[in-house]
């Protein structure tokens, strides 16, 4: 899990881990949070998403981008849920949010599968909090 505010660098770390790890031999999916929560509630809608969770087994590392920025209604948050879930203690899954487990509550629409969803986060997880200004900010300052 990798926390910090908007423009920090929580994309570029989180990328540079996936390039690391797939040089190593690894298979490693990189997804925009809200893509990925578009293609399981697709799936989840034609019966098919048990399938697609499956489908993403053969990534060992799933990395999920920004996934903190809107809160997610009800059936986003099942299939957000569904996700971490089926790959708990099983696949790696790496996170990036601009919210804290403290402020999930929310970010998800439902308080128990709150509680449950970070617990198994939690778990195993390395926590990264990345602090200080956004650079892109600087860069535009810099600029001037």
Avoid: P
Wanted: with cysteine; hydrophobic share 40%.
């Amino acid at each position: 899990m990798v926390f910090g505010a908007s423009g920090v660098g929580k994309t570029h770390l989180v990328s540079s881990i996936g390039y690391g790890l797939a040089e190593a031999g690894m298979r490693v999916k990189f997804m925009a949070a809200t893509a990925l929560v578009q293609l399981l509630q697709r799936a989840k809608a034609e019966l098919k998403l048990t399938e697609a969770l499956n489908r993403l087994d053969k990534y060992a590392a799933l990395i999920v981008d920004d996934i903190g920025y809107v809160r997610k209604t009800e059936q986003e948050s099942s299939v957000l849920f569904e996700l971490i879930a089926h790959r708990y203690e099983r696949h790696s899954l790496i996170i990036t949010s601009n919210q804290s487990f403290e402020d999930w509550d929310k970010l998800l629409d439902d308080t128990v599968m709150t509680v449950a969803a970070t617990d198994r986060l939690i778990h195993h997880a390395t926590i990264i909090q990345c602090e200080g200004g956004g650079y892109r900010r600087k860069s535009s300052m810099l600029k001037q």
